[in-house]
């Protein structure tokens, strides 16, 4: 069955470092992939997505990678600021499914 | 202005008891959901309803119940709660009928401790 993990439960860095989030994901049929940002106490909030047809998106401070080959997911956020941490997840879909959700990386940021 | 709502915030009950958990978006989304997270912050769908018809109900037990009196609310109705209820409950919703993998905007969650 599908399943969606992160390599690291914590990540730790200084503020004006450079983050980067790492999902692996099991289901080679997925084709959307979407990067939620949850903060203490609130429900989660789109990030960036990015489809099967590419391998790289850029936002605001974050760029999102995709590696079909090897079916992995990275977040990177630039300049990482206190406002920045929080939970972050990665969940993947396939056609029109409802997207599989990952357990979470605890993203910290020291001042 | 408040996309997603959910009452109450916080509740704590006590095991066998029923409570509902109620949704509001005034986003004007055809579907919404309910989600249900774990103390190690895994979320996991439970029902999906799209202009007040269901059309995804994973693996619940029958005791959890959607209601959705219109495409703007979906209530959850828990019976008879057990301990293993204990966590905090999302609500969202995304724009389009035909497209699940529409972004979804969720609410603040429901914090329920079953004791």
């Known amino acids: 069955g599908e399943s969606v993990g992160l390599h690291l439960p914590t990540l730790s860095v200084q503020e004006g470092d450079n983050s980067i989030i790492n999902c692996a994901y099991s289901?080679?049929?997925?084709?959307?992939f979407i990067w939620y940002k949850q903060e203490s106490g609130k429900g989660p909030q789109f990030i960036i997505d990015?489809?099967?047809?590419?391998d790289k998106r850029q936002g605001q401070r974050v760029t999102v990678l995709l590696n079909k080959t090897v079916k992995h997911l990275s977040l990177q956020i630039a300049a990482t600021q206190p406002g920045d941490s929080a939970v972050y997840f990665c969940?993947?879909?396939?056609?029109?499914?409802?997207?599989?959700f990952g357990r979470g990386t605890s993203l910290i940021v020291h001042p | 202005d408040t996309a997603v709502s959910q009452t109450p915030k916080y509740l704590v009950t006590q095991m066998g008891n029923d409570k509902s958990i109620k949704c509001e978006q005034n986003?004007?989304?055809?579907?919404m959901y309910w989600y249900k997270q774990d103390s190690k912050k895994f979320l996991k769908i439970m029902f999906s309803?799209?202009?007040?018809?269901?059309?995804i109900n994973e693996t619940v037990p029958n005791r959890f119940s959607p209601k959705s009196p219109d495409k703007a609310h979906l209530n959850l109705h828990i019976n008879s709660l057990e301990l293993g209820d204990s966590a905090v409950y999302f609500c969202a919703s995304s724009p389009t009928s035909y497209s699940l993998t529409d972004t979804q905007y969720f609410g603040p969650g429901t914090r329920l401790t079953v004791l």
């Open positions: 969940a993947t879909a396939q056609g029109s499914y409802i997207p599989t």
């Open positions: 990015i489809r099967s047809n590419m």
């Open positions: 986003l004007g989304h055809d579907t």
């Open positions: 289901n080679s049929a997925s084709d959307y």
């Open positions: 309803y799209n202009n007040k018809e269901l059309i």
